[in-house]
């Protein structure tokens, strides 16, 4: 039998890296006919890589990131995501030349993150199945194929209206829609306008490939979805054993959480992108402060200035802040009680899956979809208090969540999350036979 040769297209951008590798190392794994070429530029190529243990079948190759040469990047986040689309499919069939000359062998399938659509044109022109990898929010995939309807409510409707419309979501609000969605004329952007189009590109696709569990989406979303595209698969999330880095925990949580009591200390946490305003950061420290609860707060350096003068030496005794955290080991300790979130996709798949709490505040993108859910779909948390950090809306959400006994049905939900999840990664549940079709896909 021919051997196989899997192109892999990252977006090569933060959190979207690492679950597409992970993905990839199961699939090598599963697949061990298959060569997998792994697209991304230098820059990510080089965070993911070198990674000793990977399985010799995959292979890593760089592409342009589109920004010219003495270009300085300038503040807006989203620049350098518009420069790299904007390289298009031509970008993108560079690397696979440099991947077909070095493997001599032709590509037989193609395996990208959603948002990077121009490599369906690539996957018609090497006629080659396409497979969609969706990293976000699972539930806001939805969204992208009621577009007219959002927008429509959004231009006519109060903040808290719901989008009943929406197949299993009918709790969304227009408040949670992500604010790209609604960028249209001037405001579009080459990244925006790709987002947008997600409706109409991926029920091309030969399957989408969820990083999730499908037992913790509402049936009538995953239906509908069903409905749409020519296949849902959805696959465990987790991270293979591959992937973690040795000396990800320099900062000593893990040894400072066995030292707390069970379920007593709030994590806090928004992700590796975001950097919430400084009065939001500066309500942070003071209700974690005031509250009397152990803490431990992944901050990034350069924004540990803006904490209160004294604010470190004050709460040392229960306090722990550290610029890096083993996230995904922390939330699974069990002196864990309530992480407060941003939301992103994978700090919420973290969460659920270690049945930890959780106090949101979504920030854009996704994450206000991923809020609503956690709230009114799991009700294994709460939005703070008018979408704001605010001293007195964090003390109130961590007393409820920590202690009050109206908290326990909070805390009972998000139990009960991580038992579904428990059940849903068994080698006998529906995750396993879609990785099966997966690899079936690839190797056929
Ligand atoms: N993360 C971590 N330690 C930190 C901060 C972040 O391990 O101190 C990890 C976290 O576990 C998650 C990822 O970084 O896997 C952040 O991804 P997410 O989708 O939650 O948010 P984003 O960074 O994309 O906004």
Not at 41 to 68: E, M, V, W
Not at 94 to 99: H, N, Q, S, T
Not at 311 to 328: D, I, M, N
Not at 400 to 417: C, P, T
Request: glycine share 6%; hydrophobic share 45%; with cysteine.
């Amino acid at each position: 039998m021919e051997n196989k040769h899997v192109i892999v297209i990252a977006f090569p951008f933060g959190s979207h890296l690492m679950p597409l590798l992970n993905l990839v190392i199961k699939l090598a794994q599963a697949a061990p006919n298959c060569s997998f070429s792994f697209i991304g530029t230098q820059k990510s190529n080089a965070i993911l890589f070198p990674r000793p243990h990977l399985p010799n079948n995959i292979k890593f190759y760089a592409i342009s990131d589109g920004i010219p040469e003495g270009h300085v990047l300038g503040e807006n986040p989203t620049e350098k995501l518009n420069l790299f689309l904007q390289t298009g499919p031509e970008n993108l069939q560079k690397g696979i030349e440099l991947a077909v000359a070095e493997t001599k062998q032709r590509v037989t399938c193609i395996i990208a993150d959603a948002f990077v659509t121009s490599s369906l044109l690539v996957a018609h022109t090497l006629n080659v199945p396409w497979i969609a990898f969706w990293l976000p929010i699972s539930c806001s995939l939805s969204f992208y194929f009621y577009l007219d309807l959002i927008r429509h409510t959004c231009a006519n409707s109060a903040a808290n209206t719901t989008l009943e419309f929406l197949p299993g979501l009918s709790k969304m609000r227009v408040e949670d829609v992500p604010r790209d969605m609604l960028d249209v004329g001037e405001k579009e952007t080459l990244f925006t306008r790709t987002l947008n189009s997600l409706g109409e590109v991926l029920p091309q696709a030969k399957a989408v490939v969820m990083n999730f569990f499908e037992e913790l989406d509402p049936p009538l979303f995953v239906q509908d979805m069903r409905s749409k595209l020519q296949a849902l698969l959805y696959v465990v999330p987790f991270p293979s054993p591959l992937l973690s880095p040795p000396d990800s925990d320099s900062g000593g949580c893990l040894s400072w959480l066995d030292k707390q009591s069970s379920k007593s200390v709030a994590y806090v946490c928004f992700g590796t992108v975001v950097a919430p305003p400084v009065h939001e950061l500066v309500a942070v420290a003071e209700a974690l402060e005031e509250s009397g609860f152990p803490f431990l707060w992944s901050l990034k350096e350069a924004l540990m200035g803006v904490l209160p003068n004294g604010f470190l030496e004050r709460t040392s005794k229960r306090g722990k802040v550290v610029s890096w955290a083993p996230q995904a080991q922390v939330l699974a300790h069990d002196s864990v009680g309530v992480f407060v979130t941003h939301c992103g996709a994978n700090s919420v798949i973290e969460s659920v899956s270690s049945g930890v709490p959780m106090i949101c505040r979504p920030f854009f993108g996704d994450q206000g979809v991923g809020a609503r859910v956690i709230e009114d779909v799991w009700e294994m948390g709460l939005v703070i208090e008018g979408k704001v950090l605010t001293k007195s809306g964090l003390l109130k959400s961590l007393n409820l969540i920590l202690v009050q006994e109206e908290g326990k049905k909070i805390r009972d939900k998000a139990l009960k999350m991580k038992k579904t999840v428990q059940d849903a990664v068994r080698p006998e549940a529906q995750a396993a036979q879609d990785f099966n079709t997966l690899v079936k896909i690839i190797s056929n």
